[in-house]
Structures are given as C-alpha cells and as structure tokens.
C-alpha cells in the first residue's frame, strides 16, 4: 500500500519538499505561508503529481516492450527501484533444476566421470553452444566435466607427493659418492685419521667457559655447512666446541672430512655413539623404541603404495603418512637429543643444532639469555607474520580425538620448534623429561600410533611441556623446505634458518630461490666436492 506523503511548498514556490504524512487525508495538504488554500497553488501540486504519474508510466511501458531478456537503462532503473519502493527482493535467474543438480551427491547422478565429458573449458563452452541444451543437461554437463577435473586434480597431487617422497628418502648419488670416497681416504691416509680433537685441546670439551654446540648428524656434507656457516659467522671462533654425533657407519667419513679440513680455531669433536659406555650397555629406551616404532610404521601403514591407494582420504593426509615413512622420523640421529644429559655430563648449557639449518649470525649472544629455570630455550611456532608456517599448537600435532591426549594438553596451546634449541643441562638433570619422552611413545605404540603420526616434536612437546622458554623469532626461521612463500630478503635477515621438510637444500628438489643460502657454505672447488660432481644447482 502507498503511504502518504506531505508536499511543502514554499510561499516563493522556489522550494518543493514531499515528506511522509500519517494519513492518506494529508497527501495533498498545501501548507502556505498563510492560511488561506491558493488556487494557484493547488494548480502547481497537481501539475506535479501528473509528472510524477507520467514518469511511472513510462518505465513500466519500457519494461514491458524490454520483455524478460532485454534490459534498457530507463527499464533496469525501474527493476532496481521498483523492488526497494514497494519492498521486495530480486528472485534469482538460475533455474532451481540446476541447484538441484549441483547439490546432489556424485554417487546419485548420472555425472560419473565418462570419455564423452569435456577435457577442457573451452570445449564446454563450445559444446553448450553447439547443443544448446535445456538447465539440467546444462548443469549435468557441467558437474561431470568439474568432477572428472577435481579427480585429475587429486591424482596429479598425489603423484606429486609420492615423488617427493621417494626423493627426499633417498640418498642422492653425490652424498653417497663423497661418503665411499671419504670411507677410501680414511683407510688409506692417516692426516684422515687424525684423533679429534687433537690432545692438548682436549680439555676444552668438559669446559664451560666455551661455547658447546651439538650436531647429530649422518649427512656429511649437511655437517660441514653447519660447521661452516656457525665458524664463520661467530664473533669468537677459537671459543666454539662443535661436538659432532653420528652413528658407527657414518663414524669414518665424518671424521675423515673434519680431519681433512680443519676449522681452526675452533674445536672440532667427532664421535660415533658406539663411543658412548651408557650407550652400550644395557638397554637404552630409545633404540627399544625405534625398533618396535618401526614394526609398527610397517605394519600399520601398509607403506607408500597402500597409501596412495587410499580413494578417500584428502591429499594433505595422504602426504602426512607419507611424510610419517621417512627415515628421518625413525633416525636415531633425531631421537637422540633425549638423552644429552647422559651424552654431556660435564656440561652445564648447550645449543642443539640439526643438520640442515644455516647459520647467519653470532650465535654467542644465546649464553645471555635468562632462561627462567626453564630447561628447552625454543622459537614459538603459533606467532609471528608467516601464518604458513607460524600458525602451529599442540593439535597441529597430537590427535585430540583420542581421550587420552585430550585430558592431559589444552589443543590451542602454542608449539614450538626443534632445530636451534638452548638447552640447560643443569636444569634438565633435575626433571624426569627424558622418563616422560618414553612413556608416551609407549602409549603412542600401544595405541597403534592413534596419538600422533610422525616425529620427535609430538613426544617432545609432552615431555618438554613445562619446560620451555620461548625466544626471539630472529634465532630460528622455518619451513624453507617445504613452501616457497619465504623471499630471499626474508630469509637472509634472519640469524638462523631452517629447511625443515622435504625440499632439503642438497636435494634436486630444493626451492632454486632458497638454496643459494646452504651452497654458498660449500667449497665447490674442493677436490672431494668436484670429484662427486656436487654442484651448486
């Protein structure tokens, strides 16, 4: 129903304002500047109420001669207007068949992916216009051409992350080569054999005055660029103790290398972990738990064919099992920073590094650091610019469904980083984290590995909990092995950076933009490095 207006006009007749009246009686009211009606007025009010009643008009005329497919400036006015004036919504123009269509499940329609589908957008549209068919077969057309893309979408991602997979498992035939060739030189040259570190510097390695640094590590070259970039960028070389822990088949080469090329002045030790008494004697629960972690992996998983085969489960989970078959999450090499304080009775504070970082800066300023009491100095990873990569807490990787992690952790508690780590020796000698670590990777293989998938980082999330002093962003970056978002200026303000994931830096399948920061710690002129045609892409 149209409601009533007042009409206002001035005594001038300059000024004409319509306001809302509160009765149809009121619609015509003339108010003047004195109270007698003028018929002169009377004659301008109607004259506008015949402009107004002829404009109506003719934007419905045009609409009606536009008709349902044409659309003029003055009709489409009216559509637009029309709708608002009387207070109605537009219906929409898709026919409700196609709706229908859309919404129904694949498995109902008669949409399953066939040859006679479009390959292509463009042939979709040339079809459609060949055929001009009614909205169903429309829209039939449409989801069959959509789904037989998605799946090809699907398969191609998969295929994607089993390549990178069987890639980043695999040792590249250059790492192997410089590894037989160091195996060689160690057996036939005796500057390869020399005692690390040499005697009178041997006392150095139980002071704390030094700086102590730890490399687990069975990836020789990886090693060296670690050592290299940590000595080159520390402000008090001769003040480094790099202790270097790798297992009985690596033992050789590494030494061999380290012998062949010093880092004088600082203080390089290498040792095998057959070294180690307590490591020898006895159980050690990390070597029970890899071994029954890797009866289980194989039983559970089915391996990497199984899971590929899976037809249901999304491309990101597909590549997490994967991720979950890499040697690097059975490596002894990764667990052993549990155990430290048995490794390093001696010392008080250490920095833990893994073996594919880079450092950038001195590293000195991390002995300063007020640790709270805490006993794990670590990066948070639910803070900072890079949502990527900064957006991890405890459910990113503990399954909360199961009841057991759900009544011990809170899911939206921060995460943080292996990789660079402060570890406070004393303050760890008087904790039962280490007793804690293998508890629940004992849940973890009762549980058939429902707790979490993969790592070191699940279990020590739990045993560290409590534990940890978080630090500046600026001593660890992640993520640079597996996404490119990071720019280079990003990554080279940083003090130490990570390739954590599967594009490792000495991998064909490094970020090419990336990986200019690992090899400019590599002497590609050596004569080891150049006879194992390692180069530097």
């Not at 499940?105 to 079809?127: K, V």
């Not at 057309?141 to 089993?162: D, F, G, N, S």
């Not at 290299?228 to 822990?245: A, D, M, W, Y």
Request: positive net charge; hydrophobic residues 40%; charged residues 20%.
């Amino acid at each position: 129903m149209l409601k009533a207006m007042q009409l206002h006009i001035s005594p001038s007749l300059r000024h004409v304002t319509v306001l809302p009246a509160k009765g149809f009686k009121e619609f015509i009211k003339v108010k003047v500047g004195s109270k007698r009606l003028s018929y002169r007025m009377v004659f301008y009010c109607l004259l506008f109420l015949t402009f107004l009643l002829r404009f109506v008009f003719v934007l419905t005329a045009i609409d009606t001669i536009d008709g349902e497919r044409k659309c003029s400036t003055l009709g489409c006015l009216g559509k637009k207007i029309g709708p608002r004036i009387l207070g109605k919504r537009l219906e929409s123009t898709v026919p409700e068949v196609i709706y229908q269509v859309l919404e129904e499940p694949s498995e109902q329609t008669e949409i399953q992916t066939r040859p006679e589908s479009p390959q292509t957008f463009n042939e979709f549209i040339a079809e459609m216009k060949d055929g001009r068919p009614d909205a169903k077969t429309f829209a039939v057309k449409l989801k069959a051409m959509v789904t037989q893309l998605e799946e090809r979408t699907r398969t191609a991602k998969i295929q994607e992350y089993l390549y990178r997979h069987v890639t980043s498992s695999s040792i590249p035939k250059q790492l192997h080569c410089l590894t037989l060739k160091l195996a060689h030189e160690h057996s036939i040259n005796s500057n390869a054999r020399l005692q690390l570190p040499s005697p009178d510097l041997v006392p150095a390695l139980v002071d704390n005055s030094y700086f102590h640094f730890v490399l687990a590590s069975d990836n020789i070259l990886a090693a060296s660029v670690v050592a290299t970039s940590l000595v080159q960028n520390f402000i008090r070389p001769e003040k480094i103790v790099l202790h270097i822990i790798t297992d009985r088949k690596t033992y050789a080469p590494m030494q061999a290398w380290f012998s062949l090329h010093p880092f004088t002045p600082a203080i390089i030790e290498v040792k095998g972990l057959h070294h180690f008494d307590w490591f020898t004697k006895g159980k050690v629960p990390v070597l029970e738990a890899m071994e029954k972690d890797q009866k289980a992996r194989s039983q559970f998983r089915g391996g990497s064919s199984a899971i590929v085969a899976n037809k249901t489960e999304k491309p990101k989970i597909i590549a997490a099992k994967l991720q979950a078959l890499s040697p690097k999450y059975n490596s002894l090499m990764n667990h052993i920073r549990i155990h430290l304080p048995e490794l390093f009775p001696s010392l008080d504070k250490v920095v833990f590094l893994d073996d594919d970082i880079v450092v950038q800066t001195d590293l000195s300023p991390l002995w300063d650091i007020d640790m709270n009491g805490k006993v794990n100095g670590a990066v948070e990873t639910c803070r900072g610019e890079d949502k990527y990569v900064m957006s991890k807490r405890f459910k990113s990787y503990l399954n909360f469904s199961h009841p057991l992690i759900a009544k011990h952790f809170d899911p939206s508690e921060c995460a943080w980083a292996y990789g660079m780590n402060i570890f406070d020796l004393q303050a760890w000698r008087n904790t039962n984290i280490s007793h804690t670590y293998y508890y629940w990777l004992q849940q973890n293989l009762k549980s058939d590995l429902s707790l979490w998938q993969l790592g070191t980082l699940p279990p020590g999330l739990i045993a560290f909990h409590g534990h940890v002093h978080a630090i500046d962003p600026f001593w660890h970056m992640l993520g640079l092995g597996y996404q490119d978002n990071t720019t280079l200026s990003e990554a080279q303000s940083a003090g130490v950076i990570h390739f954590n994931g599967r594009a490792k830096p000495w991998l064909d399948i490094a970020f090419p933009q990336l990986r200019p920061l690992w090899t400019k710690y590599v002497n590609f002129s050596d004569k080891l490095i150049k006879s194992c045609y390692i180069r530097a892409s």
